[in-house]
Nanobody
Framework: QVQLVESGGGLVQAGDSLRLSCAASGRTFSTVGMGWFRQAPGKERDFVAA????????YYADSVKGRFTISRDNAKSTVYLQMNSLKPEDTAVYYC????????????????WGQGTQVTVSS
């Protein structure tokens, strides 16, 4: 099993920045990478960004390219999501997830999920 704990959410104004963290523990060696997803009220859970534990490639949804940056600290088994120039439409619960199969991939390819952290961006 892999446990994921997100932190760093909050209430900010449009244009502000936030950094989310996701600390993984347990059988992290069984995972190939991590992803961030978000879900706004009444909407489906959408892909935001993803990164593998090894290699330089990162992956982003078009809606966040140029504003969000995903990074990792392998020694800490932690993945970060730096969110800049936040917009009200970024308001959602943000989830991190770990996959044992493929990254990036659809949400169904992620085996483990965190509890989510709320990000609210006011206009």
């Amino acid at each position: 099993q892999v446990q994921l704990v997100e932190s760093g959410g909050g209430l900010v104004q449009a244009g502000d920045s936030l950094r989310l963290s996701c600390a993984a523990s347990g059988r992290t060696f069984s995972t190939v990478g991590m992803g961030w997803f978000r879900q706004a009220p009444g909407k489906e859970r959408d892909f935001v960004a993803a990164i593998r534990w090894f290699g330089a490639s990162t992956y982003y949804a078009d809606s966040v390219k140029g504003r969000f940056t995903i990074s990792r600290d392998n020694a800490k088994s932690t993945v970060y999501l730096q969110m800049n120039s936040l917009k009200p439409e970024d308001t959602a619960v943000y989830y991190c997830a770990a996959s044992t199969t493929v990254v990036p991939g659809p949400s169904t390819s992620y085996n483990y999920w965190g509890q989510g952290t709320q990000v609210t961006v006011s206009s």
